[in-house]
């Protein structure tokens, strides 16, 4: 698979877009459910665990069972795993952070990384090297909390760039998390990166970035591993429960964590049958586009552009993990806002917070459950033997929002 022409792969068959209630599928013709690529399996991968497992601050996050959810959706277990507490930022975005930055200092400091420990890139004599460095990123806010929190556990400086409308609130947060230059622009999240990458070539610093394009996949490539240690702790803790998921929805912005998690899964679960379905907004929804347009290529999404989900508030897809979603995926779907809103409340009645990128599965599955959509929950074999996991990606980022959202009612889910 890592050797396909990622752009130019002809598809089979023909991807057909169904609408009901305000939301849209497309369903794959001829996925693919062998084994992910290699740099993401297991064996792979363990490299990544061994640097998240050796910091002080890891804790495995709690993978919490939805019986209520999986009642009213008709299957044997819903589960979903908890990231509103990863590394006390949050989000889970620091795993690829982290991992990401360890990589870079490595190669930058010409040392190979399986004989280089994260704790000795912070002690003398390489922290006096490492210190003189300087990050930049692009973010909404999550990923560019967990780059600073990375660079300040390194003791160095980041800096960061948030598109327009961006939440001051995660911009404070941001800058909390460590040494961080913050601006929030008047751009859309692409052109932030954009930018970004610009100041990073300009001034010399080193972009880390959770998208990527021709000519920039190497440092993406390790925030995507850096997520599938999420995906490794929720497949031990399914099987200590005794259970194996029958189906995955995975939110997508970009697509890097939604990629990552798809290609551990599929190594993971290669030998037994595993559904997946992508869930993006349904105004910045590039995935789905790509997957409707259907000539092998990714497409840049065609809506308005806003969302409350600010964490999948993009508009071009990852060039590092569209071969994945696009030969991978089942299942792609797009929503309106109100179903992440009416996900922050359902999993809030089961105790868990999530923000409104984290909740949109949860949102998407409870409404599977209508009768309107029961050829919908058919056709992705939602049946009493399924077991679907879900990951909440985010706690409550933007407490005013998720105040007004769980406690007020906003965006309710409409009469229809």
């Known amino acids: ?207 880390i970035q959770d998208t990527s394009w021709p000519g920039y996949e190497q440092i993406p490539r390790t925030i995507v591993q850096g997520y599938t240690t999420m995906a490794w702790e929720a497949a031990a803790q399914l099987d200590t429960a005794g259970e194996r998921p029958t189906h995955v929805f995975l939110q997508a912005g970009v697509g890097a964590m939604a990629g990552g998690v798809l290609g551990y899964l599929r190594s993971r679960y290669a030998a037994a049958p595993l559904t997946a379905a992508i869930v993006e907004p349904r105004e910045v929804a590039c995935i789905f586009r790509s997957a409707q347009v259907h000539d092998g290529a990714p497409h840049e999404a065609v809506g308005s552009g806003v969302t409350i989900m600010a964490g999948l508030n993009c508009g071009e897809p990852c060039t590092v993990v569209w071969p994945i979603l696009r030969d991978q995926a089942d299942f792609y779907f797009s929503c309106p806002d109100w179903v992440a809103a009416h996900g922050m409340r359902l999993l809030h009645r089961a105790g868990v917070t999530s923000g409104e990128s984290g909740a949109f599965t949860a949102g998407l599955a409870s409404m599977l459950a209508r009768a309107e959509l029961a050829d919908w929950k058919a056709a992705l074999g939602l049946d009493e033997n399924a077991v679907l996991l879900l990951f909440s990606t985010e706690g409550d980022t933007d407490p005013v929002a998720y105040k007004k959202i769980v406690d007020e009612n906003a965006f309710p889910v409409p009469q229809i």
């Not at 990231?83 to 930058?108: N, P």
């Not at 490492?130 to 300040?152: I, L, P, Q």
């Not at 911009?171 to 601006?183: M, S």
Request: net charge neutral; hydrophobic share 40%; with cysteine.
């Open 1 to 207: 698979m890592e050797n396909m022409d990622r752009q130019k792969r002809p598809p089979a068959g023909e991807a057909q877009t169904h609408s009901r209630l305000g939301m849209e599928m497309v369903v794959n013709p001829s996925p693919d459910h062998g084994p992910g690529p290699a740099f993401l399996g297991p064996e792979e991968t363990a490299a990544v665990r061994a640097i998240h497992t050796a910091l002080p601050e890891y804790r495995e996050t709690a993978l919490v069972r939805l019986d209520a959810l999986a009642e009213e959706l008709g299957v044997r277990a819903v589960f979903v795993k908890d990231e509103s507490t990863r590394f006390g930022l949050k989000a889970f975005k620091g795993l690829g952070g982290i991992y990401a930055l360890y990589c870079a200092v490595c190669d930058q400091l010409g040392l190979r990384r399986d004989q280089v420990s994260f704790a000795q890139l912070q002690a003398p004599p390489l922290r006096e090297r490492v210190e003189r460095m300087v990050f930049a990123t692009a973010t909404d806010g999550n990923h560019g909390k967990g780059v600073v929190w990375a660079a300040s556990k390194l003791g160095c400086s980041a800096h960061v760039y948030m598109p327009r409308g961006s939440s001051p609130l995660r911009a404070q947060a941001i800058r909390d998390a460590g040494r961080a230059e913050v601006l929030i622009t008047d751009l859309t999240y692409d052109g932030a990166v954009r930018y970004a990458a610009r100041m990073a070539e300009e001034k010399g610093w080193t972009l």
